[in-house]
Nanobody, 122 residues
Framework: QVQLVESGGGLVQTGGSLRLSCTAS????????MGWFRQAPGKEREFVAG????????YYADSVKGRFTISRDNAKNTVYLQMFSLKPEDTAVYYC???????????????WGQGTQVTVST
């Protein structure tokens, strides 16, 4: 198990940018692949992006590909989600999660953060 805390959410206008951070503690961070998910009210949780332990392998949902970038800094026990060209449909609570497997939409994520709100206004 690893404890995860997200930060960096907020209110931005359409076309703006945000960088989300997720800091881990409790276990060896570099042992985990990491993912970002989001959930809007009334909608199912959606996979956004994933990254393997080294950062060499990255995965993105089609809806964010080309606009979002996932990265990690194992020395800081932190994974990031840089979001550009934000759209109102990106509005959601964003969660980071950890897995000992592969960080794709089909991955088995066993640890989750509490989430950070991202709101994109028109």
């Amino acid at each position: 198990q690893v404890q995860l805390v997200e930060s960096g959410g907020g209110l931005v206008q359409t076309g703006g940018s945000l960088r989300l951070s997720c800091t881990a503690s409790g276990r060896t961070f570099s042992s985990y692949a990491m993912g970002w998910f989001r959930q809007a009210p009334g909608k199912e949780r959606e996979f956004v992006a994933g990254i393997n332990w080294s950062g060499a392998m990255k995965y993105y949902a089609d809806s964010v590909k080309g606009r979002f970038t996932i990265s990690r800094d194992n020395a800081k026990n932190t994974v990031y989600l840089q979001m550009f060209s934000l759209k109102p449909e990106d509005t959601a609570v964003y969660y980071c999660a950890a897995t000992v497997g592969i960080a794709t939409a089909q991955g088995n994520f066993g640890s989750w953060g509490q989430g950070t709100q991202v709101t994109v206004s028109t």
